[in-house]
């Protein structure tokens, strides 16, 4: 039984999944410290939350049992990503559903700070009639600065056109082409604040983007000017701001996110009648909280139950076309790593990988992952190694992965060709998925093979002469071990030679010793995958 902790607010209809799913428990506790979470999350498998929780390592160190942190929403600020990474805790977002309520969040700033809502509603319900001091200003024909292309940021630009507003937008990832696409015109950072009357930025909080808007930027902004940060708090500077307010270059701001959240009682946007602010509530719609919650709830129960899942946070991402070409190979992937990794003597220095065939042209990388952590998680355990840690437990143990490609296959329309070094011997594997029967071994060492990657295996390198097959097969025999297959693979007759059974059972260890002192075998190595 699983068992997943939801630490902050999160909705009931959108974690229905997991209530309703017959292997997980759920414990819903929000509002904990660090002390009470380190105290009790090393009895839970997930931990599901939004941006209240702060995931530190010394959580993640008590959580000995946490395969996943799940965060419904989008910003992952408040997750420690490189402590996840480090134990192969799996971190995954909710990047989708939060854009449009968030888009909307910032309209609604936007216009409030255009037309003084907070403030004439404070005065009106306080039996004040005072229409003279909140003349407003349109947004049509005014130029709208957008810092920040992404979700969030594309969508209100799309919606300001509505408006009638015309969009200058920076995002390093902006190109001439989609901004014409778009319709927006594509500026740098201080062309746009000259030019702008309103401006909205939707960034993350990165060191580059941390006060990308402070004093220099406000030095050159059209007197008047508006500004929202529906965001993250830090991305424009909250001391520089005050000033540009009081020297009147800045005309209204509107914030959602803070420097410090919450802000102190006695932050100076608080009390400033220029200023409106909203409690972080740019996701807080029902339809978001809902969306957000069924993307993580579906994702954490796929990663608890070992299935292929989409892109964590704390991994590059996977374009869905590529993942759909590598999916089928993971499991071949890993099980080759598996079974070299048991057949090698010694310490593991290099991991070679080769991709032949139709794998040469097809970004391997998330696949070598999985090769990765079945080579690793012979020594260091299943449940040690993934996919998010594997290429860091690799390079932390001075494990080299070093991968190849080549067009040509010997016949095959793919091929994974994998070849450990240790500091005893170098082993080779090679495995293709063949259509229509599924993955396939089809060479150990120097021998061609074909091997179904599954079961008890017992590999026996021995000396080709007449008789060995038969007495293999009677010790196994008469000890009650049933083989299900029998390969012999050989280059030479009567030279060097290996064998390959697939057993119903795993023999007992004398039964192996046994095997292991029959005239003319020199080795036997029983692997499980
Ligand atoms: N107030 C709230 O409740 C919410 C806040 N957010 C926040 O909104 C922000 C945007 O979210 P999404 O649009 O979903 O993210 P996104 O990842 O789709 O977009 C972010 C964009 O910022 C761009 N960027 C990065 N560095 C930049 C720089 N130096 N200058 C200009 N652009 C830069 C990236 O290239 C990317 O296109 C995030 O910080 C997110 O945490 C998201 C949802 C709710
Ligand atoms: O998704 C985000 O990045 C947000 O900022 C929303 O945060 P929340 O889930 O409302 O605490």
């Given amino acids: 039984m699983y068992k997943v902790l939801v630490s902050d607010p999160i909705s009931d209809m959108g974690i229905q999944l997991l209530y309703d799913a017959s292997d997980v428990t759920v414990d819903k506790k929000p509002g904990l410290s660090e002390d009470e979470l380190v105290d009790i999350i090393g009895e839970y498998d997930a931990l599901l939350v939004r941006s209240q929780t ?20 989008v910003g992952v600020d408040n997750i420690d990503l490189p402590a996840a990474t480090k134990r192969g805790i799996i971190v995954i977002n909710a990047p989708d559903g939060n854009t449009i309520t968030t888009c909307e969040h910032t309209f609604a700033m936007m216009m409030a700070v255009a037309r003084h809502i907070p403030q004439a509603y404070a005065k009106t319900v306080n039996g004040v009639w005072d229409r003279k001091s909140f003349l407003g200003v349109e947004l049509r024909n005014k130029v709208l600065g957008v810092l920040g292309m992404g979700r969030i940021g594309s969508e209100v630009a799309a919606r300001a056109k509505a408006f009638g507003m ?23 950072v201080n062309e746009i604040v000259a030019n702008a009357d309103f401006i909205t930025v939707h960034t993350p909080l990165t060191p580059e983007t941390r006060h990308m808007i402070s004093r220099p930027q406000f030095e050159i902004m059209k007197k008047g000017m508006r500004i929202v940060n529906c965001a993250r708090g830090g991305i424009i500077d909250e001391l520089a701001l005050m000033e540009a307010v009081d020297q009147g270059i800045v005309a209204g701001a509107a914030f959602d996110v803070f420097e410090e959240e919450p802000p102190r009682p006695d932050h100076p946007f608080l009390k400033h009648p220029q200023i409106i602010v909203t409690p972080h509530l740019g996701a807080s719609t029902v339809e978001a909280q809902e969306n957000v919650a069924i993307d993580v709830s579906e994702q954490v129960l796929l ?20 993942l759909n070409k590598l999916q089928p190979y993971f499991d071949l992937g890993e099980k080759l790593g598996h079974f070299l990794a048991q057949l090698t003597i010694g310490a593991v220095r290099e991991i070679h990988v080769n991709y032949s065939g139709e794998l040469a042209d097809v970004d ?5 992952r999985y ?6 998680s012979h020594h260091l355990g299943g449940d040690v190694v993934n996919v998010v840690n594997s290429m860091h437990l690799a390079k932390e143990r001075d494990v080299q992965v070093v991968v190849s490609k080549t067009a040509a296959t010997k016949g095959f329309t793919n091929l994974i060709t994998l070849t450990l070094k240790s500091n005893k011997e170098e082993r080779l594997l090679a495995g293709t998925l063949l259509n229509g029967y599924g993955a396939r071994f089809v060479q150990l060492d120097q021998y061609p093979v074909d091997i179904s990657p599954e079961g008890n295996l017992l590999i026996i390198s021995h000396n080709d002469k007449p008789g060995i097959i038969g007495r293999v097969g009677t010790l196994l025999g008469s000890n009650e071990v049933n083989i299900a297959t029998m390969q012999v693979g050989r280059k030479i007759v009567g030279g060097a030679a290996i064998m390959v059974l697939t057993v119903d059972k795993q023999p007992a260890k004398i039964v192996v010793e046994e095997l292991a002192k029959l005239p003319e075998i020199i080795t036997v190595k029983e692997i499980t995958l």
Wanted: aromatic share 4%; charged share 25%.
């Fill in 371 to 376: 090769v990765v952590r079945g080579v690793l």
């Fill in 166 to 188: 015309s969009i200058h937008a920076y995002d390093p990832f902006l190109t001439e082409e989609r901004a014409e696409k778009l319709g927006v015109k594509l500026g740098t």
């Fill in 54 to 73: 702060r995931v530190t390592e010394r959580i993640m160190e008590a959580g000995k049992k946490l395969k996943v942190v799940g965060r419904a929403g």
């Fill in 364 to 368: 391997t990388n998330p696949l070598t």
């Fill in 303 to 322: 990663i608890l139950r070992g299935q292929a899942f989409k892109n964590a946070v704390n991994m590059p991402p996977v374009p869905a076309d590529v």
